[in-house]
């Protein structure tokens, strides 16, 4: 239903905008066949010059930019009549469309439905003209409020024309934005109105002849100024499109340890590039995931072997200008009236392990920039892609690495402890009768091993046990920790969390969670400690965990000399696990003064390097 009716809107938007386009260009036609000789050609070939580049060049206003030509537009009227005047805008407008690489439908329809306001404007100026005869005012006070009449007559007929488009096309015109438009051309309007209070205070002084060079000078500062301002904008919008690229890309890596990486895209890169829908799909273990949408998609969207088949085959990006000659392998799962797209292929190695494709609804709308700023984007995805699947498939191994540990030590010592207790217990079962001494020995000896095989295999069930911070978040987990010692201890701690919690990789979780495991259990056996404060500060460049004390403290100095005898001292332990993760660990104690562990982590790059390696020591 809603489909049908969009599609409704979309071709009544098409037939209104086709048949303001049909008239507007019979008026430029019929203009062609009332032309005369022109007085002054230079003037007219100088004056239809600054139209062109004033189009080209839109000036900056509150909001948004407009083409300030209404005061060329109006000189060109006065001097060479209305046939010229149509011929000259339309052209003018024609050109920069062309240039500017604009739908078809846009090309026709600007300059058309320009011409038609001016005209209806032209019309009806002869009534305000009579009212003003009238008046008996000075030429000069006419002139202008002529000027003016005419200039508010063209604004409001051009508005509604686009106005109506906007409403009658399926896509949400907001009154924010009717508001956001109206204030762009009253800004226009307003420059337009002080440069005619100038040209009708400058053409009241009798200043002689008024030639070619009087028109360049008269117009060369509009010109000139939006040409200077509008070189101006361009820049800062390339400013502002590199500082939120540069933006997006570090928050992407910043956000890489925590699952909701790609969140960082949600809404701004559609910012970025003003685009109104996206896609990434990521190929994981030979399969292709959406992994993320935003905007004008459809909620479920799957697409058949042969489009993944073209994905692979793109390494750079393609652009789909207009979705009714072809939109792509992945057009249908876009909005009906998502019309242009740019497949972007993510490419590591000349391997494709991604594609980003973004859309609009106006076809022919992307240009070299938006695709620069896509390809941008991209690579740098790629990149992190890349290495978040090396960072998985190192846990892999390392979780691979741990079994096979762990079945090791299981055959090297509780089987072999185990065959030893079988093969002396069937001996003391034959030496029994004969020799009970023997038996009660071979007994004896096999209940210790059995003994030590069961240590063993509760260390092993032990270390397969989930880790607390795989049962719930680092902080959740600590917490849990924090009301055990209390419970068991009566110790006095305080529990500090600063900033959005992420969730990190299990191995960063890990190293954090035995860091401030091995610190607390420091701080109640060893310090002596009446008061704990931990911290845990989730920053924008780093995640920082601190645990203090105010116990005996001791010296690090001998401390460290006591580690050469004591590998399996915990400074050690934690030290190593720490540079696994890139992490820097700092611990700062005096005798007498507490102690004070504190443990950064940067946000990109915090993966580990063995999940079993744990900061446990006696201290």
Request: hydrophobic share 45%.
């Given at each position: 239903?809603?489909?049908a ?9 098409r037939?209104f ?8 260009w019979?008026?430029?036609l019929?203009?062609?066949?009332k ?13 239809f ?6 189009e ?6 509150w ?5 300030i030509?209404?005061p060329?537009?109006?000189?060109l009227?006065?001097?060479?009549g ?14 920069v469309?062309l240039?500017?690489r604009?739908?078809?439908r846009?090309?026709?329809?600007n300059?058309a439905?320009l ?11 002869p009534?305000?003209?009579g ?12 002139g202008?409020l ?6 508010a ?12 488009v906007l409403f ?16 762009t ?7 337009s109105?002080?440069y005619g ?6 053409g009241?002084?009798n200043?002689?002849e008024?030639d070619?060079f ?5 117009f060369s500062?509009?010109?000139g100024?939006s040409l200077?301002?509008?070189?101006i904008a361009?820049?800062k919008?390339?400013k502002?499109r ?29 910012e970025?590039?003003?685009a ?5 799909w990521?190929k ?15 909620q479920?969207?799957e697409l058949?072997a ?7 085959e ?21 909005e009906?009236?998502?019309k ?7 490419v ?6 991604g ?13 070299d ?6 390809a ?23 979780v691979?690495?741990?079994?096979n ?10 089987a072999?402890?185990l ?18 001494e023997e ?5 004896d ?8 095989s ?5 260390e092993?069930?032990?270390a397969?046990?989930?880790y607390?911070t795989q049962?719930a ?30 969730e990190?990789s ?14 607390l ?5 060893h310090?002596?400690a009446s008061?704990?404060?931990v911290?845990?500060?989730y920053?924008?460049e ?12 001791f010296?690090?100095?001998?401390a ?5 005898n ?6 050690l332990q ?6 696994k993760i ?5 611990i ?9 562990v504190?443990?950064?982590v940067?946000?990109?790059g915090?993966e580990?390097?063995?999940t ?8």
């Amino acid at each position: 239903m809603h489909q049908a009716l969009s599609q409704r809107r979309e071709k009544s938007a098409r037939l209104f905008m086709s048949s303001v386009s049909l008239l507007g260009w019979l008026l430029i036609l019929f203009s062609l066949v009332k032309l005369e000789p022109p007085a002054e050609p230079i003037v007219l070939v100088l004056l239809f010059i600054f139209l062109l580049i004033s189009e080209y060049y839109p000036m900056p206003v509150w909001r948004g930019q407009t083409a300030i030509t209404f005061p060329v537009v109006y000189v060109l009227f006065l001097l060479y009549g209305f046939p010229y005047t149509a011929i000259a805008y339309g052209g003018a407008v024609l050109i920069v469309n062309l240039i500017h690489r604009r739908p078809f439908r846009t090309v026709f329809f600007n300059p058309a439905q320009l011409v038609l306001s001016f005209y209806g404007a032209v019309l009806m100026l002869p009534y305000f003209k009579g009212l003003l005869d009238k008046l008996a005012l000075t030429p000069t006070v006419q002139g202008f409020l002529e000027y003016f009449f005419l200039l508010a007559l063209y604004v409001i007929i051009n508005n509604l024309i686009v106005d109506l488009v906007l409403f009658i096309r399926p896509q949400h015109y907001s009154f924010k934005m009717w508001m956001q438009k109206n204030m762009t051309e009253l800004n226009s309007a307003a420059i337009s109105l002080i440069y005619g209070i100038i040209l009708y205070v400058v053409g009241s002084q009798n200043r002689g002849e008024i030639d070619v060079f009087a028109y360049f000078f008269f117009f060369s500062p509009l010109v000139g100024i939006s040409l200077l301002s509008a070189t101006i904008a361009r820049l800062k919008r390339e400013k502002n499109r590199l500082k939120l690229l540069f933006s997006i890309t570090s928050e992407l890596n910043q956000m890489l340890p925590s699952q909701d990486w790609l969140s960082a895209l949600k809404g701004r890169f559609n910012e970025l590039i003003g685009a109104e829908a996206s896609l990434l799909w990521i190929k994981r273990d030979g399969e292709w995931v959406l992994s993320f949408k935003d905007g004008r998609t459809l909620q479920n969207c799957e697409l058949p072997a042969a489009a993944f088949e073209e994905f692979e085959e793109m390494r750079r990006p393609i652009i789909y200008n207009d979705r009714k000659k072809v939109g792509g392998p992945a057009a249908e799962c876009f909005e009906d009236d998502v019309k242009a797209f740019v497949y972007s292929p993510l490419v590591i190695e000349n391997e494709t392990i991604g594609m980003f494709i973004i859309a609009r609804s106006r076809t022919k709308s992307f240009q070299d920039d938006d695709v620069q700023s896509i390809a941008t984007l991209a690579n740098q995805l790629a990149v992190i892609i890349k290495t978040r699947m090396l960072f998985t498939e190192k846990e892999k191994r390392i979780v691979l690495e741990e079994r096979n540990r762990i079945a090791r030590d299981i055959h090297d010592g509780v089987a072999q402890t185990l065959a030893g207790a079988v093969m002396k217990l069937e001996t003391a079962g034959k030496k029994f009768t004969k020799n009970p001494e023997e038996t009660r020995k071979l007994v004896d000896e096999s209940v210790l091993g059995l003994r030590e095989s069961l240590k063993e295999v509760r260390e092993s069930i032990y270390a397969l046990r989930p880790y607390p911070t795989q049962k719930a978040t680092l902080a959740e987990a600590i917490l849990r920790k924090i009301e055990a010692v209390q419970k068991e201890f009566q110790q006095d701690i305080e529990f500090e969390i600063r900033g959005q919690e992420l969730e990190l990789s299990p191995m960063v979780e890990k190293v954090l969670f035995d860091t401030f495991q091995e610190s607390l259990q420091n701080a109640i056996k060893h310090s002596q400690a009446s008061a704990i404060e931990v911290l845990l500060s989730y920053q924008s460049e780093h995640i920082l965990l601190r645990i203090k004390d105010d116990g005996k403290g001791f010296s690090l100095f001998q401390a460290m000399l006591k580690a050469r005898n004591q590998p399996h001292f915990g400074i050690l332990q934690m030290n190593d696990a720490a540079e696994k993760i890139n992490a820097s660990l700092q611990i700062d104690s005096k005798e007498g003064s507490g102690t004070e562990v504190v443990i950064t982590v940067p946000r990109m790059g915090i993966e580990g390097e063995n999940t079993n390696d744990q900061a446990h020591a006696s201290g």
